[in-house]
């Protein structure tokens, strides 16, 4: 189920990714997921173009098209924040909301909803919440 957020609420972490991206950076689009806990930030993750070896045991699997695109080599920011938090605090996830924003090379909000593995992932966590940016610039949550 998910559902509408209010937009103002999360335009700090939207100005915090935009500060972050390396614009002369060519890749197709720049994806960032922040951790709060008790409306703090306490761990930022982006997609980076390498792997870890946790992330090689989880397959991609497009949403769209079903198409298995595991054989890219990249980790994503949802994963790369929860190794953050779990490397840097003791805080239970079920107590902490996930936001994921994405921007696109034109320096727009696009949609940032969680592949089919991060999913999982984040079910395994149990997190309170997780919203994402949409391409209209509002926000969803499940």
Request: glycine residues 2%.
């Amino acid at each position: 189920m998910t559902s509408n957020v209010f937009n103002s609420k999360y335009r700090r972490l939207e100005e915090i990714a935009h500060s972050l991206i390396d614009w002369d950076n060519p890749r197709r689009c720049h994806h960032f997921s922040f951790i709060l806990y008790k409306q703090r930030i306490v761990a930022i993750g982006s997609n980076l173009p390498k792997t870890h070896p946790t992330n090689l045991k989880n397959r991609k699997i497009s949403r769209v098209t079903g198409e298995d695109y595991s054989d890219q080599k990249h980790t994503c920011s949802e994963f790369n924040s929860i190794t953050k938090l779990r490397k840097l605090t003791n805080i239970n996830t079920k107590k902490c909301v996930l936001v994921n924003v994405r921007y696109d090379r034109n320096k727009k909000l696009a949609l940032a909803k969680p592949c089919m593995s991060c999913n999982n992932l984040l079910q395994y966590f149990q997190f309170k919440k997780v919203v994402w940016t949409t391409n209209e610039g509002s926000y969803q949550e499940s």
